[in-house]
């Protein structure tokens, strides 16, 4: 039976690809986009530049990071009647939900995404993609709200108008924070792209079909949701407020954790790749210090997060399992200190990961990978003869 899970050699009926767009090694913890080291690119690069590198490969030049902004700023605009869509929402639905929906309906407005047939058509669905999510991910938070929704403001750069899309109200201008937008910067980084992940081999699977660039995208927002995926991050804050709630004491947390009879899950551990230290996730629990201090924020569910890293990385349980905190265990408390809504922190994780996917399903349609068709292994009945009712 082994034979049959071997990885085909044309890749094509496997469940793997081939890609040139990020080297993980789980062991050493190790991450790299188009072999820049994850450390250099969050210290020393800006959001859209790496965006760049992960889409096309190459670090942009001062001339081709302007020309990619300023395309993403022409199509930043979305149709009016988007607005009849998010409306049909009550305003209780998650973000990532109606950000999954609103993106999909991109497609309605811009049917030539659908084909694109040369590298300009490729290259103007990968800007209106860039610059038309951002707008539509804060549209989710404005609607929850109760707010009027924003538009993108062409004097400002990408992270800006994300805290202007989200927080700007018609009371007056909003005032951006340069740290806030650092750390927006590096967090959006360390969520750029993640080779195979499930919602990246979503965005490929469904792309495979030759379905548009929208709709693999909106594949890809609803299988990062999961609470396992990117959901965790959410699942993360929720868990230390409850602890918080509860005392404070995360051992007992960490023994329930352990439980199998418990269906609790020590949210922000663990990794389907990583079994040693998530990189990303050293260099937000750096972040998390310095921003909280920048900002004077003194968090308690910081201290909370800490005690149980502490605890569980000399706990037989967790080091036997190599289970170790991974991107989203200090993510989500930087966010709420820079006051992103516990709801939306998922949505920033797309937000992130949005060049990613970008990347990732344009190799495979340049590559002119076949549609993705994994195999199985059947364990079911062997032939059997139909039954009449009287038999059954
Ligand atoms: C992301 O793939 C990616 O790259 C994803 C991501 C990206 O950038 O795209 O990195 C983003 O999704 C990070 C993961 C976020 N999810 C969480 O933090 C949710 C909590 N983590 C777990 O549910 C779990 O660790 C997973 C889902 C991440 C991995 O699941 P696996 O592969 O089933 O875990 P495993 O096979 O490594 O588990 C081995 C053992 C099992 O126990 P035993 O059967 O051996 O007794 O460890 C246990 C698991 O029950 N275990 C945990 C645990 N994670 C695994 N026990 C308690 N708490 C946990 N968090």
Not at 106 to 124: D, G
Not at 194 to 207: A, D, L, P
Not at 313 to 337: H, M, Q
Request: aromatic share 10%; net charge negative.
């Amino acid at each position: 039976l082994t034979g049959a899970i071997t990885m085909d050699p044309g890749y094509k009926n496997s469940g793997s690809c081939k890609s040139d767009i990020t080297f993980l090694d789980g062991e050493e913890g190790i991450l790299r986009y188009r072999g820049y080291a994850i450390e250099d690119l969050a210290d020393k690069a800006s959001f859209l530049e790496v965006s760049y590198l992960v889409i096309f490969g190459e670090l942009p030049t001062r001339a081709q990071l302007e020309q990619f902004e300023a395309d993403i700023r022409k199509y930043s605009l979305v149709n009016e009647e988007m607005k009849n869509i998010i409306d049909g929402f009550p305003k209780t639905a998650h973000p990532m939900g109606v950000l999954s929906s609103l993106t999909s309906a991109l497609t309605a407005f811009n049917p030539k995404v659908v084909n694109v047939e040369n590298e300009s058509e490729m290259y103007e669905a990968i800007v209106k993609t860039m610059g038309k999510f951002l707008v539509l991910a804060t549209w989710t938070f404005r609607k929850s709200s109760g707010y009027p929704l924003n538009y993108y403001d062409n004097t400002k750069g990408y992270v800006e108008n994300f805290l202007r899309l989200m927080f700007e109200l018609p009371t007056g201008p909003y005032t951006i924070n340069p740290i806030v937008v650092d750390a927006l910067d590096k967090l959006f980084i360390l969520h750029a792209d993640h080779e195979q992940n499930c919602s990246t081999s979503t965005v490929r699977m469904v792309g495979s079909s030759h379905a548009g660039l929208f709709a693999s995208i909106s594949a890809g927002v609803s299988a990062l949701w999961g609470p396992l995926h990117g959901g965790a991050n959410q699942a993360v804050l929720e868990m230390l407020e409850e602890i918080q709630k509860n005392g404070g004491d995360a051992d007992k947390y960490l023994e329930k954790a352990k439980d199998k009879n418990d269906p609790f899950r020590l949210m922000g551990f663990g990794h389907r790749v990583y079994k040693n230290f998530d990189p990303r996730a050293k260099i937000i629990k750096k972040a998390a210090d310095e921003v909280l201090a920048t900002l004077g924020v003194n968090d308690p569910v910081l201290q909370i997060a800490k005690k149980l890293e502490e605890s569980a990385l000399v706990d037989e349980y967790f080091v036997s399992r190599k289970l170790y905190p991974n991107v989203d265990f200090y993510s989500g408390i930087i966010y709420r200190a820079l006051g992103i809504p516990t709801d939306m922190f998922t949505v920033l994780f797309a937000i992130g990961r949005l060049p990613g996917w970008i990347a990732q399903w344009k190799e495979m349609r340049e590559n002119k990978e076949p549609i993705g068709r994994p195999r199985q292994i059947y364990t079911g009945h062997p032939l059997r003869d139909f039954k009449p009712f009287e038999q059954r």
